[in-house]
Nanobody, 123 residues
Framework: QVHLVESGGGVVQAGDSLRLSCAAS????????MGWFRQAPGKEREYVAV????????YYAAAVEGRFTISRDNLKNTVYLQMNNLKPADTAIYYC????????????????WGQGTQVTVSS
């Protein structure tokens, strides 16, 4: 059974940084594209960043491009999201997700999801 466990969320001030981690188990990690998505109160879940199984390809939502970096360590079965220069608009629950093989930015194509970690950015 696949398990994804996020960590690293918290309450920070605007301009601060956080690094989220997602530890995966129950899957051949390198066979899965990984993604970070987020959902703010009253809004739909949105894509933040995705990375291919090899780590050679990644994509970012326009709202986070240049501030967030997604990376993965296939030896540790972990994907990361480094978030710099955080803004109040980044406040949301952040979810890690896994998709077998082909990279995608569409949440409905991801097969497995973590429980999420809360990120709150105060102004």
């Amino acid at each position: 059974q696949v398990h994804l466990v996020e960590s690293g969320g918290g309450v920070v001030q605007a301009g601060d940084s956080l690094r989220l981690s997602c530890a995966a188990s129950g899957l051949t990690f390198g066979d899965y594209a990984m993604g970070w998505f987020r959902q703010a109160p009253g809004k739909e879940r949105e894509y933040v960043a995705v990375i291919s199984g090899t780590g050679f390809s990644d994509y970012y939502a326009a709202a986070v491009e240049g501030r967030f970096t997604i990376s993965r360590d296939n030896l540790k079965n972990t994907v990361y999201l480094q978030m710099n220069n955080l803004k109040p608009a980044d406040t949301a629950i952040y979810y890690c997700a896994a998709k077998f093989t082909v990279l995608s930015i569409y949440a409905h194509e991801f097969n497995h999801w973590g429980q999420g970690t809360q990120v709150t950015v105060s102004s």
